[in-house]
Every structure is written in structure tokens, then in C-alpha cells.
């Protein structure tokens, strides 16, 4: 089981089916906002949020992503790990950065995605 995007939950690829790199250092989505409770326990508030980032990406995993986002954001499928280590299922909303770079050299550099809304629809 690997990262996945996809517009459904049953039509979900991975990253190596889609020809994109796979996330290496990609921390479990997290609240944005922790409260602690009267027992002193932390309880995270809001929807979820996760970033995938890359130092660099190519033109061809650019037009991949844009299909899924062609905007400024899109609502998607992401299959992504959990803190326990195993892959859960998200409806998210994704937003993507404007990469800069050199396009003659097919490199964009600095690319964030962004994943937020994310509710867990399934658990493989």
C-alpha cells in the first residue's frame, strides 16, 4: 500500500501508477489547533491537514497533479499514512503552490501540495 490520489474512493492510484515520486518524509495529517483537556490530555480541533513537499518536481508530475487540481484547489481522494503507520483513505481539499523554476530544464522547484478538510472515509 502506498500514497494515492484519486476523484473516488474506489478509483484511487498510487503515486508510482500515476508516475510520481513518492512521498519520503511525510508526516501523518495533524490537527491545526491542540487544546488541553482538564485531564491534561492535548484533543486537536478542526479538520485535518497534511503537506507533501518536494525540493523539485518535473513538468510530466506537474500536468499529473493538474489533473486532479486544475485550479486553485479541487476536492480529492488521498490515500495517506496514519500515526499509527497504517494507510487510511481522506476526502481533502487540495491546493497546490505556483512552482517556480526552469522550465527549460523540466525542473520546478519548491513544490508544496496541500491537504486540508480531510475527513477519513475508509480504512484499508
Not at 508510482?16 to 513518492?22: F, I, S, W
Not at 484533543?43 to 497534511?50: D, L, N, P, V, Y
Request: aromatic residues 10%.
Amino acid at each position: 500500500m502506498t500514497f494515492g490520489l484519486g476523484t473516488a474512493a474506489d478509483n484511487i492510484k498510487s503515486f508510482a501508477e500515476l508516475g510520481l515520486t513518492e512521498p519520503s518524509d511525510a508526516p501523518p495529517p495533524d490537527y491545526p489547533k491542540y487544546i488541553i483537556l482538564a485531564n491534561g490530555a492535548p484533543f486537536g480541533q478542526g479538520s485535518r491537514e497534511q503537506e507533501l513537499r518536494s525540493s523539485y518536481i518535473t513538468l510530466s508530475e506537474l500536468a499529473v497533479y493538474r489533473t486532479y487540481c486544475s485550479g486553485s484547489s479541487a476536492m480529492v481522494y488521498l490515500r495517506t499514512l496514519k500515526e499509527n503507520g497504517n494507510f487510511a483513505v481522506y476526502t481533502a481539499q487540495m491546493e497546490m503552490t505556483v512552482p517556480r523554476g526552469n522550465q527549460t530544464m523540466n525542473i520546478l522547484e519548491d513544490f508544496v501540495i496541500k491537504f486540508t478538510k480531510m475527513v477519513e472515509v475508509t480504512t484499508p
